[in-house]
Every structure is written in structure tokens, then in C-alpha cells.
């Protein structure tokens, strides 16, 4: 693990939103392939960010409404905001929202999978350029008319009735019987408490002066309430973020998903139509009462920070085995394409391509920015290393090594623990980067 010291202004940080359109052309492959297509455009997909000036060099952060961005793929993305914003890789961080009707970018995955001619392609690396260079357009005019930041507020709303832990259903011994995921039909699943989550949405505002200009949501679940049915969509998560931009044109609205690689809407979500609404109307009131009272004070102090990490490839992975699979034709095409992701992350680990993590702190308030589909322990666990600060998270960054659970949940099996790809001696590499990004020292 590497850290690089902090950069710290006191004065004159400024601020330039951006947004730009990510939405994929219909017959463009969803979740990577796993599931149907582009067929209809119900509402278009949003990249959405800030750059911060004033503070060394400018800070990029953004949200995009993807699946995942991964490896390769990850890096160009963040290097072309850099170039845009006239910064370094190292002080851009890109999140996904994490909607499944949506695509799911990794370079060497699509190398793997143009190999063979009867697989259908996961990312169409034209399109994939395009919203690099819409990106690039958008920074670049964001950041020759910045805004001033005065002072920053902060605040948290409980989110009723949304996010309940995927991993309830034990058997005596903690075994994991069945996931309680993003929709669920099933009662027995329903009756079981939420368990372990994070209810609050919490939210960090810029302004300048009385004028809010850019206001950032950190809320905790998978963001799906039905998919899998070719329909593009931001989903509830995504539309909660546009109504609230819809209510304040002159502030840029965004909005990161935390660590829910064990989060999802289940409890509360059937996996209907109807009730993408109400888990919308429901994300965007949390989104209100964290803005009820917010903390306001004269803009603090900022500094960022940065670390790299080398995780071990889950033992179990043999690139062998997985370039089989991809290339066996009888096997089903979603096995073959989740192969070739698998062997993708492999290929970057041989070539020793660290992932970078990140904080930036904005005196008390700290804003952790994490990789994967990190469990919601992740989360709680930055909290706790600093219960005096006000730590919001967003995972769902460098989506390489998918799933991220706790080392207490590697023996307790279950869906999550079967789609990770680093051995559990991450868990104590992340914890210790976690630390060593929100130390106040």
C-alpha cells in the first residue's frame, strides 16, 4: 500500500458541475450481457460531477448511471476527466450508481468475448468513446465558469422502507440459504428483519454564499426495483436525484450508492412497476430531511488523499478453467460472459495494476470513496474510525473485483461470496487503506 501526502487550502475553492448524456443506444448489451438488451429508453442515463479548484490541483468528483466501469476501462474514464480538468488520474474518482439496465464497461472482458463470434459483445467501445469525449466537452466548459464556495453544509434522513440486508435467511450455523435480492415475492424472506443497513441518506452541500450550487446524496442499496426486462432506466435511485434537480435547477443534484454489495430494496420491492415509484418518492424524501437543518459553516480547510492497493486473486480462480468456459458454446451466455470479466480481473492482477482509493476531507466532514461492491460493514466500519466526523461513502468505483465481503462472511457462503474475486485477506488491506485515508493526522 502506497499513500501520497495530502494537499490542504484554506481559501479560495471554487466549484464547476458538470453533466453529461451516458445513455446506450437500443440493442446495447445491459449488465454486461447478462440479461435483455436496450430495447426501450424510458428515461435517459447521467453522468454527473463537480470539479473543485483552488485546493492544489482540481479535484474531479462523479457519479455515473452504469452497472460498473472496471479495470482498463476505469482508468480511461478517469484519465480523460483528468486531461479535461487539467489534473492527474489520482485526483478524479468515478462511481457508479449500479442500475442493472445499464451498461457494464471493461475493455479486456470485450477482448476476451470479440474472440468468439458467436458470443454477443458486452460494450460497444464506440459508444463507450463517445461519453469519454462528452465527458471531456463537459468539464472542459464547467470549469471556465467555476462558482465560489463560502461554506459547506452537511446533514443526514432516514430513508423508511427502502434498503434491508440481502443476507438474512441463516441456517443455525450462519450458512447463507437464499439471497433476499433486489425483488422478492418470497414471504419468508420478507418477514425477516431489515438486518444490518445504513438508513440514513446523507448529504454534503457546496454554496456560494446563500445559493446552494452543488449538493451530493450518499445512500445505501442496490438502486434496481425491476429489470431485466430491456427498459433503460436510472430507477428510483436515479429519479429521486432528478426530481430533486427538477426542484432546484440552480443546484447540481448527485447521488452515491455506499457499500451495498449486501444491500438491496427486497424487503420492500416485489419486483413490479409499481413500485419503482414509491421506492423513488421514498429515496427522495430521505434526500429532502437530509437537507431539513443541515450544518452550515464558512467553507473548512480541504485536503485530499490518496492510496493504492494489490489485492490477491480469490484462490479458487484459475484463468484455465475460465477460458474454457467462456469458449465452451454449450455453456449459457451469461456464464460465459461472467468468465470473461473474471478472467479479465485475473489478467489486470498479473499485470500488477493496483487499485487507487481516495477521501477528501472537508474539515469534519470526510467523503470516502471506495472500489467494488463493498458489504455495508465497509461503510459502518469508516464511521466508527471516525465518530466525530461526518463520513459519508461511495463505493461502486473500480468495479474489477466485484463483490467485497467482510472476512467473517467468506465461511457463510451465499451469492456475494461466490462472486468475489479477491482472497479474504482484502478485508484487512481495505480496512488498513480505509484508516489510513480518514486519519485526521
Known amino acids: 500500500m502506497s499513500q501520497q501526502p495530502p494537499l490542504t487550502s484554506t481559501g479560495g475553492l471554487q466549484i464547476a458541475p458538470f453533466k453529461f448524456d451516458v445513455t446506450p443506444p437500443l440493442g446495447h448489451a445491459c449488465c454486461g450481457g447478462f440479461i435483455k438488451s436496450a430495447e426501450v429508453i424510458d428515461d435517459a442515463l447521467e453522468a454527473v460531477g463537480v470539479v473543485l479548484l483552488g485546493a492544489g490541483q482540481p479535484i474531479v468528483l462523479c457519479a455515473v448511471d452504469w452497472t460498473g466501469i472496471l479495470n482498463e476501462a476505469h482508468a480511461v474514464w478517469r484519465t480523460a476527466l483528468a486531461e479535461a480538468a487539467g489534473t492527474t488520474p489520482d485526483r478524479v474518482t468515478v462511481h457508479c450508481v449500479h442500475q442493472h439496465n445499464a451498461p457494464f464497461a471493461c475493455f479486456e472482458a470485450e477482448r476476451i468475448i470479440s474472440a468468439h463470434d458467436d458470443l ?27 462558482r465560489a464556495v463560502t461554506h459547506l453544509g452537511w446533514g443526514q434522513g432516514r430513508v423508511e422502507g427502502v434498503a434491508s440486508n440481502r443476507r438474512v435467511y441463516r441456517d443455525a450455523t450462519g450458512q447463507v440459504l437464499a439471497m433476499r435480492g433486489s425483488g422478492c415475492k418470497d414471504p419468508r424472506l420478507i418477514a425477516l428483519p431489515e438486518g444490518l443497513i445504513d438508513p440514513f441518506c446523507k448529504t454534503v452541500v457546496f454554496f456560494d454564499g446563500a445559493q446552494k450550487v452543488a449538493a451530493l446524496h450518499y445512500y445505501t442499496t442496490h438502486p434496481m426495483s425491476h429489470y431485466a ?43 413490479s412497476p409499481a413500485r419503482r415509484p414509491v421506492l423513488t418518492r421514498r429515496i427522495y424524501d430521505g434526500m429532502i430531511a437530509s437537507e431539513t437543518g443541515l450544518t452550515r459553516v464558512p467553507v473548512p480547510s480541504l485536503s485530499w488523499r490518496t492510496t493504492t492497493v494489490l489485492p490477491k486473486p480469490r484462490p479458487s480462480l484459475n484463468a484455465e478453467a475460465l477460458a474454457q468456459m467462456v469458449a465452451t458454446k454449450t455453456n ?22 493496483p487499485i487507487t482509493l481516495s477521501a477528501l476531507h472537508l474539515g469534519g466532514v470526510k467523503l470516502l470513496h471506495l472500489p467494488g461492491e463493498a458489504f455495508i460493514e465497509f461503510q459502518l466500519r469508516a464511521q466508527q474510525m471516525q465518530p466525530n466526523d ?32 479477491c482472497d479474504p485477506s482484502f478485508d484487512d488491506q481495505l480496512t488498513a487503506a480505509m484508516k489510513g485515508l480518514l486519519d485526521s493526522k
Not at 458486452?122 to 470549469?143: H, K, N, S, T, Y
Open 390 to 421: 461526518f463520513v459519508c461513502t461511495a463505493a461502486y468505483g473500480d468495479g474489477g473485483p466485484w463483490y467485497i465481503p467482510v472476512k467473517e462472511e467468506w465461511p457463510n457462503g451465499g451469492y456475494e461470496v461466490s462472486a468475489a474475486l
Open 229 to 271: 426486462d430491456g427498459r433503460v432506466s436510472s430507477d428510483f435511485a436515479g429519479l429521486a436525484r432528478k426530481q430533486r434537480q427538477q426542484d432546484e435547477p440552480d443546484c447540481l443534484h448527485l447521488y452515491f450508492t455506499g457499500c451495498a454489495g449486501n444491500i438491496a430494496a427486497g424487503k420492500y420491492n416485489d419486483g
Open 120 to 146: 454477443p459483445h458486452p460494450l460497444d467501445l464506440a459508444f463507450f468513446q463517445r461519453c469519454v469525449e462528452r465527458g471531456r466537452a463537459a468539464i472542459a466548459q464547467a470549469v471556465q465558469r467555476p
Open 332 to 353: 449459457s451466455v451469461l456464464d460465459r460472459n461472467r468468465a470473461a470479466y473474471w478472467l479479465a480481473w485475473l489478467h489486470r492482477l498479473e499485470q500488477r495494476v
